[in-house]
């Protein structure tokens, strides 16, 4: 089924006219689909019960013809309500929209089979009749505003009349006088009423819900994604449909109880975001807003991308070629190489943070992302054991990790543990504690990585990252852009080519896998 949305523009959300969030909307497509599908089986119930089982049920053998009509009219509008959503060309909205109208004619065919088996003289009308139970489920199934619920809840409950007054001028049936009218469809009237007034409060409820979600003119749809700082967020624009993923932050910022902290905060993050929204590199994730939640949860928005981290991208498919290796440093410094030049620094280069993508007829298209709008207040000798970075100190530089004052020759020490990691399948060093892994970024060498893997790695590609990994970061390579004309440098043989990316994305990450891979790495 469609998003609304996805046709795009103001005027469609005009169109659609409901303040309920997307997700509530498709869940209630799915309770409509689900009462059509009963429906239809008490209708074909009603059906056998009479004619088989139920002696005091109405015996369609006896009844007129119209009884039999109303009950598969019924049973067929009831179908027609459980496949709604398979229809695709119906967007969710306009799939509940033609629900309601259904809902009725499904209370016409339940009125005409109600209706027609003549009653006795002064037998006395008890119970309720199946069309005010009708509207009741109908109206509470599917929230909508309270006039449309009750424009068409009364729509429905005037098909009891009108039903009655088809099966007497059918000759069914005789007339009756009013008061027998008014006992028979007076309840009715009532319930159209109650039903449209809880209708109302369901969707205010789902609209506060949608309130509540927004963040910068962006709804949550759905969590796509949580790490160690928070959750990431499948976002969609209220207005002109972009999708786009929000980053909630939800571990506890410690921000002191001096006065005025609230906006000391505000201003940094106001400061950083309009920093690291200044890059224009297109290697670097785009972002579009930041804020703070009703809890006072920062959330900054970005772009949404569709592919694989690193991370995932070995651990999935092994160790890259150093070809390919070289094309995603390359692109990864040409992200850092601005920022640098900045002045901002990324603090968390790591694979995870860094997604190879397929960007429109681009295949394997680095985006760098969490620049680190907050950073952590942790000691950097304090980390949980676990695989996530800043988060566990896998691929933090020396100094990072002795709790030195750290530059952009930080972020070179991650690009080279990075590269590492793509070329051998592993990070430079491997042990069992966060602290011992610590310790051995400040005093360990690397074992050479040729000596890691049986593919080919060039010796001065080794080298390079060799360097890139000096626990001396005046003996790294100095700058984003040295590093870039280095790694060229180091295997002009080996190219990896625009065919040969798309060649492996083909075979190995179809486009229909793209967006489930994002959703599960892009944290």
């Known amino acids: ?45 009603v059906y056998l019960l009479g004619r088989y089982v139920q002696p005091g049920w109405i015996n369609p053998a006896q009844a007129p013809m119209s009884y039999v009509l109303g009950l598969c009219m019924t049973a067929l509008i009831g179908l027609t309500l459980g496949l709604l959503p398979q229809i695709r ?16 004619f499904a209370g016409l065919s339940i009125s005409i089979a109600e209706n027609a088996v003549p009653r006795l003289d002064g037998e006395t009308v008890r119970g309720t009749s199946s069309v005010a139970v009708w509207i009741a489920i109908f109206a509470l199934a599917i ?58 409060l369901i969707y205010r409820l789902g609209a506060q819900v949608r309130e509540a979600r927004e963040f910068g003119g962006y709804e949550l749809v ?46 940094r993050f106001g400061r950083e975001a309009r920093a690291i ?71 968390y280069i790591k694979p995870r943070n860094i997604m190879l993508c397929r960007l429109g007829v681009n295949c394997d298209f680095v985006k760098v992302v969490d620049f680190g709008l907050v950073q952590q207040r942790n000691r950097p000798n304090q980390w949980e054991t676990g695989r996530e970075i800043g988060g566990t100190p896998s691929f933090l530089a020396p100094e990072v990790a002795s709790g030195s004052a750290a530059d952009a020759r930080a972020d070179l020490y991650g690009v080279g543990c990075v590269a590492y990691w793509l070329l ?29 893997t049986e ?40 190219q990896w080519t625009r065919e040969n990316a798309e060649e492996w994305w083909r075979l190995n990450m179809p486009a229909e896998t793209v967006a489930t891979a994002a959703a599960s790495t892009h944290t």
């Open 1 to 45: 089924m469609e998003n609304p949305l996805e046709e795009g523009g103001l005027s469609t959300l005009l169109q659609t006219g409901t303040a309920l969030p997307l997700d509530l909307l498709e869940r209630a497509l799915r309770r409509m689909s689900w009462v059509g599908i009963a429906l239809a089986v008490a209708a074909t119930g």
């Open 89 to 104: 060309m119906l967007t969710t909205v306009r799939a509940l929209d033609l629900g309601l109208i259904l809902e009725c």
């Open 143 to 200: 929230p909508a505003k309270f006039g449309k619920t009750l424009t068409v809840a009364l729509a429905t409950a005037a098909m009891g009349p009108i039903g009655l007054a088809a099966q007497i001028a059918l000759g069914n049936v005789i007339n009756r006088p009013l008061s027998v009218w008014v006992a028979l469809f007076a309840g009715n009237f009532l319930f159209a009423f109650g039903a449209a007034a809880l209708s109302k």
């Open 222 to 267: 759905r969590c796509i994604g949580r790490g160690g700082m928070g959750e990431v967020w499948l976002a969609r624009h209220r207005l002109v449909g972009r999708e786009a993923a929000v980053k909630l932050i939800t571990q506890r910022i410690e921000v002191g109880s001096r006065p005025g902290w609230r906006d000391n905060l505000d201003k």
């Open 277 to 347: 929204a200044s890059l224009h590199s297109p290697h670097t994730v785009s972002l579009y807003g930041y804020g703070f939640s009703e809890q006072g949860f920062p959330y900054y928005v970005m772009e949404l991308l569709d592919g694989i981290d690193l991370e995932t991208l070995v651990s999935r498919f092994g160790a890259i070629a150093a070809s390919r290796s070289i094309s995603i440093l390359l692109q990864v410094c040409d992200s850092l190489a601005e920022a640098h030049e900045a002045g901002l620094t990324h603090r």
């Open 424 to 452: 051998t399948g592993h990070p430079p060093f491997e042990r069992t504690t966060a602290i011992a892994m610590a310790a051995a970024h400040i005093t360990d060498l690397p074992v050479p990585p040729s000596q890691c």
């Open 455 to 494: 593919n080919e790695i060039p010796r001065p590609l080794e080298q390079i990252v060799l360097a890139c990994l000096a626990k001396d970061r005046g003996e790294r390579p100095q700058t984003a852009r040295e590093l870039a004309l280095l790694l060229r440098d180091s295997a002009p043989r080996l």
